[in-house]
């Protein structure tokens, strides 16, 4: 399944930690190819015919949601959601001693947001749970007898002693190395506000919150808020962005694919296309394109 929601995500142009709020349109569209969801049903059907339950743990997974669900709900089987929230301070720190710095921590920092708001509103409607990292490897008995109850998992809810005990063997507390706090990182404020706030609404959910409703609704608020925040984020960064397309040699494609497009589609280009265009052709003697 790594393999399968890698592939995915490469021809999907997206990457594990997407901060663009745009990126889950681009993996759904692909999605709605047959082929995915043909391949996914058949790895199901095989898997279900060794076994009545099957848990599926990789981060990618959130962003194939619907299309799992499709899948197992075309099988008969029902899906459901089991959500591990850890600090994201603590899942930055973690990134950048097991991946590196390829990726800044500020970007990470976006990209949990993007992915906890939008994985949060892609569950609302099957039956899900919410459970702390922390609380999991301090008491793991009562986190995953909630996660049972909530879920209504018989697996769980009648555990035999054997499997209880082979649990307690496993669950290492020393697997925790990452500490919760920002003091070791620069994030600007606005994102580290809304970082923080985001992960204080998804904890009421681990809290018992009663008014669901209320934390639904201050949900899309916060969702809207970041999209905000990357677009006005874009929109600075713009000739930066067309700065790098350039040096990277790219002025010299759009020269070229601009030149084929009749003039009254080529002045409907986006402005800082065609002013990129028009440097690369400058550094190269070619003509301006009109």
Known sequence: MVDFHTRLLKNAAVQVSDSRPTAWARVAELTLDSQPGEELRTWLRAQFKEADHLVVKDPRLSWFLPLWRRSAEALGVSPRC?????????????????????????????????????????TRDLPRVFVRYEDLLDDWTSSVARVGNQLQLRLIQDAPA?????????????????????????????????????????SRFVEGETDERALLQELDDARADYIALYGDAEAIAQSSIAASWVSAGNGSAILKVAGRVPRPLRNRLPLSWRRAAYRAAQGRGARRPR
């Not at 973690?94 to 892609?122: I, M």
């Not at 990452?178 to 970082?195: C, K, N, Y």
Request: charged share 25%.
């Open 82 to 122: 089991a959500t591990v929230l850890r600090h994201p301070a603590a899942v930055i720190d973690s990134k950048q001693r097991f991946y590196g710095d390829w990726q800044s921590d500020v970007s990470r920092t976006a990209g949990w947001l993007n992915q906890a708001l939008f994985t949060e509103r892609a």
């Open 162 to 202: 054997a499997a209880i005990v082979g649990v307690h063997d496993f669950v290492d507390l020393k697997l925790s190395r990452s500490r919760a706090t920002w003091d070791d990182f620069e994030i600007p404020a606005g994102l580290r506000e809304q970082v923080d706030h985001a992960w204080a609404l998804l």
